[in-house]
């Protein structure tokens, strides 16, 4: 027998009398190899196992062995999906594992992944849907991502004090501690994750005032709105409402350990004169 590399990732082809007629010769294996001097070669693992994101090529294995490496972790999985736009692919995790939470994991991904190539989704579960013999289905595996997702997406006050003053007849001070594996994070950014903007006034601020003033009727209109700081993982911030005395109208900022992070105007209720 006679083997030799393709170009496409060392592709394994071999040559053989043992191969017939029955197909092509010489015959593409579905393995990449490195090759020796002398004629041997080392197997470097299935084909299958590359994913090409953005041009470049990363072994699914390795970024399985990456993860099962991290402390806490038990198991881990990781497939190839197809990416809308120049991507190509995008690489999907699932994780066993304590104390984890995806962004974490990506930030200890970085050390050896360039940032392109790292998971776009990662599910930290209890424990990966293997069979008996260990074998992983590809469905059940695909079926972790369409799951609700375990991390949190609700930010919930610790504290709450009401504030009364001439310039806020009725407003209150709230203070969160933002949730490190809040759901939102994830993707946003990878290695350097923020609370994005809508996170803040949809999940922060505009819940808030539904549940502390429920008359105020549907959230209208937005003014002023402007972001001056990034919120971070674990962050302790205060959020400050307070509600003019036309009622329909809520005023907000959002403060960090840096100073301000965001403020605005809020118009509820459906009619012109609110």
């Known amino acids: 027998m006679r083997v030799s590399a393709g170009e496409d990732g060392g592709l394994l082809i071999v040559e053989s009398p043992f191969l017939g007629g029955a197909g092509p010769s010489p015959f593409p294996v579905a393995d990449r190899v490195e090759l020796r001097p002398g004629g041997g070669f080392v197997l470097l693992g299935r084909m299958d196992d590359v994913a090409k994101v953005a041009g470049k090529r990363v072994s699914l294995r390795e970024v399985e062995e990456r993860l099962r490496a991290l402390p806490g972790v038990r198991d881990a999985a990781a497939l190839a999906q197809p990416s809308p736009g120049l991507r190509g692919e995008e690489i999907w995790a699932a994780v066993a594992a304590e104390g984890q939470s995806p962004e974490r994991l990506r930030q200890a991904l970085s050390a050896w992944f360039d940032p392109v190539v790292l998971p776009r989704r990662i599910r930290v579960v209890e424990a990966l849907p293997r069979e008996a013999t260990g074998k992983l289905a590809l469905g059940r595996l695909r079926a972790l991502f369409e799951a609700p997702a375990a991390a ?82 674990g962050e302790r911030v205060t959020l ?21 992070c965001s403020s605005g105007t809020l118009v509820f209720g459906a009619g012109e004169g609110a």
């Open 152 to 233: 949190p997406t609700r930010i919930e006050p610790e504290a709450e004090e009401r504030l009364a003053a001439g310039d806020c007849p009725d407003g209150r001070r709230l203070t969160f501690t933002i949730p490190e594996d809040l759901r939102w994070f994830e993707g946003h950014f990878p290695g350097d994750p923020v609370l994005p903007g809508v996170a803040q006034l949809d999940g922060l601020v505009a819940r808030q005032v539904e549940r502390l003033w429920p008359d105020a009727g549907p959230l209208r209109e937005v003014r002023r709105l402007k972001f001056s700081r990034v919120i971070r993982p």
């Open 240 to 260: 400050v409402l307070c509600r003019q005395a036309a009622r329909r109208i809520v005023t907000f900022a959002l403060e960090g350990r840096e100073g301000r």
